[in-house]
């Protein structure tokens, strides 16, 4: 009987249902001056216990119950308070003192720890809501492009996303609240990024390696878009806002609405959005070398039509909350320069006779280009419990599972069609105080079942599983904060058997070297042997394994240095492993790292080895958060082994519907020399090609500055100046498509009800460039914006929004379009937005 009562007991104390006598917990926040502060957010670690600090910046907490206390209070005009308690069986006072700050230091939800940007041991920038209303674009690449060490893929104004310190695609992690998006936008550039900042409360940009929390496929980065769509809270009132605007430079029509409301222990949220533009006005020709037919003035093929829902319901009470919600997403949006022209035709080369009806129709076709037709259902998640069990004091639960697919339409006729069905689990526990150590450790798994089927249908369909765990502590020493950590994560592709054909020639650049070819071909008998093999993949298993070290000293009043030190482990991406054909969007030919080509194009029957990407990173940060002015520096450098990039071949992989179609075989003789241009790649016989682009592994060098810095002139005048600048080399060559240096300057006032900006910035020529790789010139884009209160109302604002001023010829050197479609003319965007 004893011993039941000790097992008992033992269990009880496990489970946390122990007895706890109830306390208050009461105090005042006030300035380093001893001037109160309001309005603060004072919360109890592991309850839902919260409270705001009055005039006189009180709070209190009543009928406490947590056993063990740790208060933390929040202002974004203040450094971050926190005081561990530890276990508490009385009433207690307890008082803080905070250092102002100059400037806004928001709590990152993407860091596991809830840092604020100010603790951050990595570089971070926050864009919050007021912010993201001015800079909103149709795209989450345009949006965040301005940020320091942030720039864009710019596959047209219709498709783009964020690159961070020159890295891109499946090095960059887009989460939505952090959890995967599961799009096909990391799969390529013309994929658009599902996630969008519409109704987002605010974007976080974790700059440099953030593996640790969010795997491998982020060792160049994280953008978290962070919204309301499962509430935490029950709303004392009904909130939110309506929105409407519009664009000169596409016809643009915009609207959207965000409510959140509830009663008694639920909680609702909606949001939606629609978009409608047509082709994009842009300063002379799209072309850098214009046909004779083409027409400036216009981007072609760059219109929209976007539909965005999104529903949450929550259930919310002290001992944590549960929510579910569900989003729709219907976007219909053509794409500049993915035509899918063959042969003479994508040329413009004229037929007469009986083929110049037929001409007609394929070239009205191709006017009209590749629109993709983008239908996602997403269902995402998430819980908070709070001291669950003794010893931990946050359990948190988060999941989405996301039904994606999209169509590529060539006029009326369905081309390829792309799906994934993504998910993403994850579970994290925040543990008690252990010697002053605060941490979380974690577990996550993710799964994508993808598929392409159709022409650009250039990786087989693949399904990855990813299981990982990972750990992340901290602790205070005095005026340094450090942080450690590690994570373990466990890849693996299951890809599907492919045919593998690849007819590859030497590029011919001119006439004279085509003529040279086609007599050598005649001489050796004329045609290509096609060369097809066929694979079947083995499982392929990755294990990444990343730790990283990081302080924060605040080694002044308003001033600190951080510095990190991190090794990451990558496992490449499906796209950079069993790539194997033509690439329509990036206009080349993709060979993955599994196969074994030799310089000729010829493909062995064997399989190569793969390892996998190991970056060996330092991050320096400097920061000046109070006074009249502020700065953020950071400088950072990257070492890596078996960096995986794309190389230029010289070859060309020729099209199926080369000189074989229709066109080409009736014409022969001068109409048939013609027909081969300059620019472009040919084999012997006049047939189109691809450049062959092969997926190889080398040691790479990547480093950098990013940094800005503000100066308040008055109360209601500020002056704020940035840059970055990007330096990635291989061994014995530049990396491909690296953003050039880049300068800029904002002048802003604040009023009562008026607010303006009048932004300047300048990207210099990129010269630093790999073979086959063309420079691009420098050009400077002036915006600005003016908000207008209206009069006795704090709810009903206008605005009118001006960007590329100067109607700027302006072309993104990071852009696989560069050559092929310039950024959009002088806009102006008028609007109005009305908050309850």
Do not use: C
Not at 344 to 367: I, V
Not at 480 to 491: A, D, H, N, P, Y
């Amino acid at each position: 009987m004893i011993r039941r009562s000790a097992i008992g007991a033992a269990i009880l104390s496990i489970l946390g249902t122990s007895t706890v006598l109830a306390t208050t917990i009461q105090g005042q926040v006030t300035s380093e001056t001893g001037e109160p502060v309001s309005g603060a957010e004072v919360r109890i670690e592991g309850s839902k216990q919260v409270t705001y600090t009055d005039q006189q910046g009180n709070y209190v907490f009543q009928d406490v119950r947590v056993p063990h206390v740790h208060l933390h209070v929040y202002s974004a005009n203040y450094v971050h308070g926190d005081n561990d308690l530890g276990d508490v069986d009385s009433d207690q006072v307890i008082n803080f003192r905070l250092a102002p700050v100059s400037v806004e230091n928001i709590v990152v939800t993407a860091s596991v720890l809830g840092s604020s940007v100010l603790e951050s041991v990595t570089p971070v920038s926050v864009i919050d809501e007021q912010q993201l209303r001015k800079i909103q674009a149709e795209t989450l690449g345009e949006t965040l492009k301005s940020t320091p060490g942030v720039h864009s893929t710019y596959f047209g104004p219709v498709s783009s996303s964020p690159i961070i310190r020159g890295n891109d695609g499946p090095r960059v992690k887009i989460v939505q609240n952090g959890l995967n998006v599961s799009d096909v936008s990391r799969i390529g550039p013309d994929h658009n990024v599902a996630a969008n900042s519409t109704s987002a409360t605010q974007v976080e940009v974790l700059r440099g390696p953030a593996t640790l929390q969010y795997g491998s496929g982020a060792i160049g980065g994280v953008v978290n878009v962070v919204d309301q769509r499962i509430p935490k809270q029950v709303p004392v009132a009904l909130e939110g806002d309506i929105e409407a605007n519009y664009a000169t430079v596409n016809d643009g029509k915009f609207g959207r609405f965000n409510v959140t409301g509830g009663k008694d222990k639920i909680a609702f949220h909606a949001d939606g959005y629609n978009r409608k533009t047509d082709n994009a006005e842009i300063p002379g020709f799209a072309s850098v070398s214009p046909d004779d037919d083409e027409q400036p003035g216009e981007l072609e093929n760059s219109q929209m039509d976007t539909t965005n829902l999104t529903a949450g319901l929550s259930f919310v009470d002290k001992q944590g909350y549960f929510g579910f919600a569900v989003e729709k997403l219907n976007n219909l949006y053509g794409v500049p320069g993915h035509s899918h022209g063959h042969g003479e035709e994508a040329h413009g080369d004229e037929h007469e006779g009986e083929h110049e009806d037929e001409h007609d129709d394929t070239h009205a076709e191709e006017e009209a280009g590749t629109r993709l037709d983008v239908d996602m259902t997403r269902y995402q998640a998430a819980g908070e419990w709070y001291s669950p069990v003794s010893g931990i004091s946050t359990l948190k639960f988060a999941a989405a599972y996301t039904d994606y697919e999209h169509v590529e339409l060539e006029g009326d006729e369905v081309g390829t069609r792309f799906s994934n069905q993504g998910s993403d689990i994850r579970l994290t526990a925040h543990h008690k105080d252990i010697n002053a150590w605060h941490g979380v450790f974690g577990l996550q798994h993710t799964n994508s079942d993808y598929a392409a089927v159709g022409e650009e249908a250039f990786t087989p369909s693949t399904d990855t599983q990813s299981t990982a765990i990972f750990l992340v502590e901290q602790k205070k020493f005095g005026a340094v904060l450090l942080e450690l950590g590690g994570r373990l994560e466990r890849t693996t592709y299951n890809a599907d058997a492919i045919e593998f054909e690849l007819d590859a020639v030497e590029l011919a650049h001119d006439e004279e070297e085509h003529h040279d070819e086609h007599e050598e071909g005649e001489h050796e008998g004329g045609e290509h042997e096609e060369h097809a093999l066929n694979f079947e993949f083995d499982d392929y298993s990755f294990t990444s394994s990343s730790l990283s070290a990081g302080l924060n000293w605040q080694y002044a009043p308003g001033y600190s240095v951080a510095l990190t030190l991190s090794r990451n482990e990558r496992a490449p991406s499906q796209q950079e492993l069993f790539s194997a054909g033509q690439h329509l969007a990036t206009q080349t030919f993709e060979v993955g790292l599994v196969f074994d080509m030799d310089e000729e194009g010829d493909v062995a029957e064997s399989l190569r080895e793969v390892k996998e990407e190991v970056s060996n990173n330092l991050d320096l940060t400097f920061r000046k958060f109070s006074g009249a002015g502020g700065y953020t520096v950071s400088l950072f450098y990257n070492e890596a082994d078996n960096y995986i990039y794309q190389s230029a071949t010289g070859l060309a992989a020729l099209s199926e519907h080369g000189g074989e179609d229709e066109h080409s075989d009736e014409h022969a003789g001068a109409d048939h020399d013609e027909a081969i241009h300059e620019d472009e790649p040919h084999d012997e016989h006049g047939e189109e090609g691809t450049p062959v682009y092969y997926f190889n592994q080398d040691d790479a060098t990547i480093y950098g500055i990013e940094a800005e810095a503000f100066v308040d002139l008055n109360l209601n005048w500020r002056v704020q100046v940035f840059g970055d600048y990007i330096r990635a080399r291989l061994d014995n060559d530049n990396l491909p498509r690296i953003p050039p240096l880049r300068l800029g300057s904002t002048l802003s006032y604040q009023g009562n009800s008026l607010s303006s900006e009048l932004s300047v910035i300048w990207y210099d020529e990129q010269g630093d460039t790999t073979e086959y790789e063309t420079t691009t010139d420098s050009y400077t884009l002036v915006s600005a914006s003016v908000d207008y209160r209206l009069p006795d109302s704090q709810d009903w604002t206008v605005y009118v929004r001006a960007n590329n001023l100067l109607d700027e010829e302006a072309r993104v050197h990071s852009s696989f379009l560069k050559e092929q479609a310039p950024l959009p003319g002088r806009n102006f965007t008028l609007g109005t937005r009305f908050s309850f």
